[in-house]
């Protein structure tokens, strides 16, 4: 997919958590064979280039497919996995593979798990008695800072979009463009990086007027706004995970 993942894991029976990992190490590279739009032979290329339908691929192609078309109603358009015509459901997939790769490792009766892709992370447990798991947010506009730690045990996601890593990539759906918005970067805090990694997306392309009280519609859901000009804003219940 592009980036780096890495595991850290807590107890567990050795033998089982190496199955565990390798398992979901292997489905990693498989969604990527799968999903990738930079693989001209992957399944989603050839579906965006008409050789294949829906059906003629893998069943987390349409399971996904119907994700993105369910993200795109909730967030009004705001998010979406079709662009100039073509199918492109990479908004989502990484936060969707990431979460289930976590899932599989947290079924093998480990204590905790961290699975972090690209910078997003799924939490599951904790790294120890009364210890919960610590989350840096990069600062957008201070390289090697950070702009807060969110901290968490059980089943929290952690998700951020924005220009610090790669500029202005994300595009508006009804334009096609660069999305224009006054935000430098967007952290979205919810249980499953699935949709952490989606709202984070598609708020950063909102901009904060629309997207705070959006954000605040969302159950479970705790958002970091960060300004282009340093000013934050977030959702009221954020401060449950900043400790």
Request: glycine share 14%.
């Amino acid at each position: 997919m592009g980036t780096v993942f890495s595991f850290d894991i807590r107890g567990g029976r050795p033998s089982g958590v190496r199955e565990a990992l390798d398992a979901a190490v292997a489905e990693l590279h498989r969604v990527d064979e799968v999903f990738s739009t930079y693989r001209a032979g992957s399944q989603v290329s050839r579906l965006a280039r008409g050789e294949l339908t829906t059906a003629d691929c893998d069943p987390e192609v349409g399971a996904v497919l119907a994700l993105c078309g369910e993200a795109e109603r909730l967030s009004g358009g705001w998010f979406s996995a079709t662009y100039a015509g073509s199918v492109d459901p990479t908004g989502l997939v990484k936060g969707w593979a990431t979460e289930r790769a976590a899932r599989r490792i947290a079924g093998a009766g480990v204590d905790g798990v961290s699975v972090n892709g690209g910078g997003d992370a799924q939490l599951y447990g904790a790294p120890g008695p009364d210890r919960p798991w610590r989350i840096g947010v990069a600062d957008p506009l201070r390289p090697g800072a950070l702009a807060a730690v969110v901290s968490g045990a059980g089943e929290v996601a952690v998700a951020s979009s924005g220009t610090a890593e790669r500029g202005r990539h994300i595009v508006d759906p009804h334009t096609g463009l660069a999305a224009e918005t006054d935000l430098a970067a967007v952290t979205v805090v919810t249980p499953s990086l699935t949709w952490a990694d989606t709202w984070a997306t598609a708020a950063f392309a909102m901009g904060s007027e629309r997207a705070l009280p959006w954000l605040e519609s969302l159950d479970g859901t705790e958002a970091l706004l960060i300004h282009e000009d340093g000013a934050v804003r977030c959702t009221k219940g954020l401060g449950v995970y900043l400790r």
